[in-house]
């Protein structure tokens, strides 16, 4: 059976799709010259495609034909000794695992529901912290990086705020800096192996979130993001944390409930949407994970 991640290559001709992969392996250092000619003769007298002969002499690994597949396709994520991103970044990790698959459906869907209408911006939110709403929605950006979109995760959980940890960004300042006014210029996080993903970080502990959430400066920081990117994603904090989720989900007009599989209860689930609803924006629908 022929590998759903390979290159097909026509055995009845020397096709520049075999000698691109070659070449590709050869300057990763995965492949020497007289390599590419055992994968050819094997590839030929087997039947097989040019990965999978190259992988059955042992001259390469599943992982190393991935890589340069993600490149040559400009399909980016993380392989072995790649960022010191998170684990619990399996889009960036293990983009051709089953539970990335369900990533990318969702995407698809919130590109039909939401933003191929024209929104740009959309809330991720939760009741509880243990629901994992931050890990989707940092998975989502990198999905949505990997369309090609010019996709921005904003951690507006200004109470504990965790996408530092997962993209393992070192600055201190972010939205609440901007907010303040303290921060007249701000850049962005990039991650080198994501180049359509920016990130922009919590910023300082302050102790009034929701006042600063709520003033005109986020609506305003909302209108000249939406100038530049494609994707706008906001990590919100947990409802049982405080209703700052409300004021973003209000400016962003579109939300995801995320709930965990036996542990988020119900009646949570019904009084987050009940509240959502208030703010005037759409609830788009809810994603149940299990981890």
């Known amino acids: 059976m022929e590998s759903s991640n390979n290159y097909l290559i026509n055995n009845n001709s020397q096709t520049d799709d075999h000698i691109r992969i070659g070449d590709a392996l050869i300057a990763h250092a995965k492949l020497k010259q007289h390599d590419v000619e055992r994968v050819l003769e094997l590839q030929k007298s087997k039947n097989m495609l040019f990965g999978d002969a190259a992988i059955a002499l042992g001259l390469i690994?599943?992982?190393?034909?991935?890589?340069?597949?993600?490149?040559?396709?400009?399909?980016?994520?993380?392989?072995?000794?790649?960022?010191?991103?998170?684990?619990?970044?399996?889009?960036?990790h293990a983009p051709f695992s089953e539970e990335v698959e369900e990533l990318r459906r969702l995407r698809s869907q919130l590109l039909i529901c939401w933003f191929d209408l024209g929104y740009k911006t959309l809330a991720v939110t939760s009741a509880s912290p243990?629901?994992?709403?931050?890990?989707?929605?940092?998975?989502?950006?990198?999905?949505?990086?990997?369309?090609?979109?010019?996709?921005?995760?904003?951690?507006?959980?200004?109470?504990?705020?965790?996408?530092?940890?997962?993209?393992?960004?070192?600055?201190?300042?972010?939205?609440?800096?901007?907010?303040?006014?303290?921060?007249?210029s701000y850049e962005l996080s990039r991650q080198p192996d994501f180049p359509n993903l920016s990130i922009l970080s919590a910023g300082t502990e302050v102790p009034n979130p929701q006042e600063l959430l709520s003033q005109d400066g986020l609506a305003e920081l909302i209108l000249n993001l939406e100038k530049v990117y494609d994707i706008i994603l906001f990590d919100t904090t947990p409802m049982n944390l405080g209703s700052d989720a409300l004021t973003i989900v209000s400016k962003a007009k579109g939300a995801i409930i995320v709930a965990r599989k036996d542990h988020t209860l119900a009646t949570e689930v019904q009084y987050l949407h009940k509240q959502l609803n208030l703010t005037g924006a759409k609830v788009i629908g809810s994603v149940i994970q299990e981890f």
Do not use: C, H, M, W
């Open 61 to 92: 690994k599943d992982s190393d034909l991935k890589k340069v597949l993600s490149k040559q396709f400009n399909y980016p994520y993380v392989n072995e000794g790649g960022l010191p991103l998170s684990k619990t970044l399996v889009a960036a």
């Open 130 to 184: 243990e629901d994992g709403a931050s890990r989707v929605a940092a998975n989502l950006a990198i999905v949505f990086s990997q369309l090609n979109k010019k996709t921005l995760l904003i951690d507006a959980n200004l109470r504990k705020s965790v996408q530092n940890k997962l993209f393992n960004v070192e600055t201190k300042l972010g939205l609440s800096n901007i907010l303040a006014n303290k921060q007249g």
